[in-house]
């Protein structure tokens, strides 16, 4: 199994950028998808975006999308580039990692890190 480490998370105001990373461990990486997801306080857990290791193939939700940037450092890292933060982008993020598909159907993530929060103000 793979083990995930985020980092990265804090408070930030509204607009500003912030990067996350998550860094794995374990396995072999070829053939894996890294994702990330989220959970608000009060809500279900959501995807966010994903990548393949392999194919820097990206998947983004669409709340997301053109905000954030998924990406890869290497083979066991990557990142999360967050712009033009909004106060409902505040959350719990988690890393996630399956094979071989990307997809945005949670219950298909094989290992998750333990979530890093991530605060925007108003």
């Known amino acids: ?13 509204t607009g500003d950028s912030k990067s996350l990373s998550c860094t794995a461990s374990g396995r072999a990486m070829s053939s894996v998808v ?13 995807f966010v975006a994903g990548m393949t290791l392999k194919e820097d193939s990206a998947l983004y939700s669409d709340s997301v999308k053109g905000r954030f940037t998924i990406s890869r ?28 598909f990307i997809t945005r159907d949670q219950a298909q993530y094989e290992s998750w890190g333990q979530g890093i929060q991530v605060t925007v103000s108003s």
């Open 73 to 100: 450092g290497g083979t066991k890292t990557v990142y999360l580039q967050m712009n033009s933060l909004k106060p409902e982008d505040t959350a719990v993020y988690f890393c996630a990692a399956k094979r071989p």
């Open 1 to 13: 199994q793979v083990q995930l480490l985020e980092s990265g998370g804090g408070t930030v105001q």
């Open 34 to 46: 890294m994702a990330w997801f989220r959970q608000a306080p009060g809500k279900e857990r959501e």
